[in-house]
């Protein structure tokens, strides 16, 4: 029988002059929304600024909710159903280094976003439409 996960993360978008900071997973070849999983009892805004802290050491002001996008994939024989809450955030500077070996962040100018493979693959059009109307979104990509 397959196992069966439902994650509940919290995602950043943070820009600066118009690009956007996405974090690449190296061994993936893919990259994501800064941010990660809410631990129990956690607040969402709560989590996403100690990911922010923990990912590349600097304190994070998290803003507004930009929005929710569920999907679902398979990664091995894990079924997974993840919550993404999107919000704005910021942060003091722009030298960003990860403190995880895992990972590498980049500013990507907002028109390259469709160009990269930014996961969940749904989430790139539904940003770039945030960067220009600020209009809340809720997208589902069930599979």
Known sequence: MKKLETELIARAIITHNERML???NKKGEHYFLPGGHV???EAAKEALVREIKEEFGVQGNVGEMAGI???TYKL???MHHEINLIFSASIPTTDIVSL???IAFHWI???ELSTINLLPSKLSKIVSKWLNDKETFFESSIT
């Open 69 to 71: 996008l569920e999907n």
């Open 39 to 41: 631990e129990f009892r």
């Open 22 to 24: 996405v974090c690449e």
């Open 109 to 111: 100018k907002f028109g």
């Open 76 to 78: 091995g024989d894990v």
């Open 100 to 102: 995880e070996d895992h």
